[in-house]
């Protein structure tokens, strides 16, 4: 009625007549949220971080057993680890992620648990043992992730990642290097209850491998007891003894680790041999091991070189041999059992089908 007869009389006299607030005449609905949009980094320290690297750290805690914390505690935790966040942006990015208290991650299917602690391993690649370890960066104030995974019979470390996250898709990657390399039909592979192991596209992958995936039960840690003894081993003989001041610092001391674990160091539990002894024992020969063409110090671009180099003439040798990730082809081949019975006169079968594990 005001728009009708505007015209006639002033809108203040319309209003008045129609008993209609001037406000609300002059009322428009706002196009989208109101207040400022929210900040997509949150300040760590003297830094900054991304709301997704915030979101990995929230996961990283409710991950550990029994914890069900909600925002306003998830918020001290934050905080204890040096984030400058309050409750309201936790409870936000907790909210769009699924991670309010209470909420859960539902599978489909059934899951095989595993029935029995001990593995009593027969030969190489017949089970595998894989699980992410935390890896804290003091230079960047926050913690990165490892995922590795164990032939328990040599207790070779056959593969790893080292990222700023781990997702269902960078299992799915590993596992896929593992099956062209190796083939996974029939081996048993042991995991924990992580998202990204119980994750359907994980096991629908493993399933069409024709793998045996088994889970270890709830707060059971010892049922995954031969990756979770490298973890041990590798947190009291690296992590303890460095700190890493970025993520390429510690990721170079990784790969010379892993070349030590699996080329150098003897294990107590196979019989004081190093792994790749232990593997190469099973087929009666020592198998070879080739370096990788441009295999230089610095792995990807962007990486600055080791801090540990040779300095005035000190002898460092083996220290320069990196383990590469899964995406560097870091696997070995193995041939097939027809392929092995054909090799005679002390031929070794390995010979022009290794790539490289950890040397």
Not at 94 to 107: A, D, H, S, V
Not at 134 to 162: H, P
Not at 205 to 230: C, D, G, R, S
Request: charged fraction near 25%; aromatic fraction near 12%.
């Amino acid at each position: 009625m005001v728009v009708k007869f505007e015209d006639k009389a002033s809108r203040l006299d319309l209003c008045k007549w129609a008993e209609v607030a001037k406000s609300s005449f002059h009322y428009k609905q706002h196009p989208g949220p109101r207040g400022i949009k929210a900040s997509t980094h949150t300040p760590i320290g003297d830094g900054l971080v991304t709301n997704e690297q915030v979101v990995d750290q929230i996961r990283a805690v409710l991950v550990m057993d029994y914890c069900v914390y909600g925002y306003q505690v998830m918020t001290k935790e934050l905080q204890s680890m040096e984030y400058i966040i309050n409750k309201k942006k936790v409870y936000r990015l907790m909210k769009q992620n699924n991670l309010l208290c209470g909420r859960k991650i539902i599978t489909q299917g059934k899951r095989v648990f595993v029935k029995f602690r001990r593995i009593n391993a027969q030969m190489p690649m017949e089970y595998l043992c894989l699980d992410i370890k935390y890896v804290w960066v003091q230079g960047e104030k926050r913690n990165y992730y490892q995922l590795a995974i164990m032939d328990v019979y040599s207790r070779t470390i056959l593969c790893w990642i080292f990222q700023g996250s781990i997702k269902q898709f960078d299992v799915i990657g590993l596992l896929r290097s593992l099956d062209l390399r190796f083939g996974l039909k029939g081996v048993f592979i042991r995991n924990d209850n992580g998202s990204q192991f119980i994750a359907h596209s994980v096991r629908q992958l493993l399933k069409q491998m024709e793998a045996q995936q088994e889970f270890t039960h709830v707060a059971t840690p010892e049922e995954n007891a031969y990756i979770e003894a490298f973890h041990s081993i590798e947190q009291r003989e690296l992590m303890d003894r460095h700190t890493f001041s970025s993520y390429y610092d510690a990721k170079q001391h990784i790969e010379k680790y892993m070349h030590w674990y699996n080329n150098k160091r003897k294990h107590g539990a196979i019989g004081f041999v190093t792994p790749m002894e232990k593997w190469n024992e099973y087929y009666g020969k020592n198998i070879p091991t080739f370096e990788l063409p441009g295999q230089a110090e610095a792995g990807n671009a962007g990486e600055q070189p080791a801090r540990n180099n040779p300095v005035n003439g000190d002898d460092r040798q083996g220290m320069e041999q990196t383990v590469p990730c899964h995406s560097q082809s870091s696997l070995l081949q193995m041939p097939s059992k027809t392929q092995y019975s054909k090799h005679k006169n002390g031929l070794n079968p390995f010979e022009k089908s290794v790539q490289f594990i950890g040397g």
